[in-house]
């Protein structure tokens, strides 16, 4: 496989390259302390930790694999690292797991989308568009639907197949704000014309209509999404002025 399916892998081994080494620890024998957070540096480096983990989430290592991690990581803060990070065949090692494992990964992912789909083509009401999205439109909402360059602004909730929160729009202080435009994902761009404000839908996304190859950190490549939007308004884009019209050209009496 090229390194396309390792990419939400990638960023996780980026961050954290020194720390894949070889040894033998299991995570009882990684002692951390639950952090009191109490500072702004205290709560950045937790930030950070908490990042890294959840990049490393969609590798799915086994507790042990996790160990041997672990391990690497303390020995090279310890500098006493049992491996020569300056050898290019620990590099090839390195690009040879991201490669097997994202593999393996996005296959898991491709075939448990195709079940997720088939579930939610199940549900009562359930409509199924020519791209393979599944929606219910949940309430209708009254008004103007919005349109391609409206400004909208909407709570939302995320999920995986099996239920987990990627993101949700409940844990900030406001509706999250964005333009209806080719910087949204497919399945939204879709979805959110067939609402008005006020209006609900949940729907599933197949991979293409999502991030597919390249998601972002914390979701699987190949993976499924679930969304639940309730569209709280939706301001429109200014229309376009009219161009001037030509002036007519002079004729020779």
Not at 120 to 141: D, L
Not at 199 to 227: H, M, R, S, T, W
Request: glycine share 10%; charged share 25%.
């Amino acid at each position: 496989m090229s390194t396309v399916a390792a990419k939400s892998i990638g960023r996780a081994l980026a961050w954290v390259l020194v720390g894949l080494a070889a040894g033998a620890c299991s995570q009882q024998e990684v002692q951390v302390k639950r952090p009191d957070l109490q500072n702004g540096d205290q709560k950045a480096l937790y930030a950070l930790g908490a990042a890294t983990g959840r990049d490393l989430v969609v590798m799915e290592l086994t507790p042990d694999e996790l160990g041997y991690f672990l391990a690497g990581l303390q020995d090279q803060f310890a500098r006493s690292a049992e491996i020569n990070l300056a050898d290019l065949e620990e590099h090839e090692n390195i690009r040879r797991f991201q490669d097997e494992r994202g593999q393996l990964v996005m296959d898991k992912y491709r075939k448990d989308s195709q079940e997720f789909l088939s579930r939610a083509g199940k549900e009562p009401g359930a409509q199924r568009t020519e791209s393979g999205i599944v929606y219910r439109v949940v309430t209708a909402g009254e008004g103007v639907s919005p349109g391609p360059g409206d400004i909208v602004r909407v709570h939302f909730k995320g999920t995986l197949s099996d239920g987990t929160e990627f993101d949700s729009s409940t844990k900030r202080p406001e509706p999250t704000e964005l333009e209806l435009g080719s910087r949204v994902i497919p399945c939204w761009q879709d979805m959110l014309p067939r609402i008005k404000p006020g209006g609900k839908i949940v729907f599933v996304c197949p991979p293409e209509q999502a991030y597919d190859n390249f998601p972002p950190p914390g979701i699987p490549a190949g993976a499924a999404l679930q969304f639940e939007i309730e569209l709280v308004s939706v301001v429109k884009a200014p229309t376009p002025p009219a161009p001037p019209s030509a002036e007519p050209t002079p004729t020779t009496p």
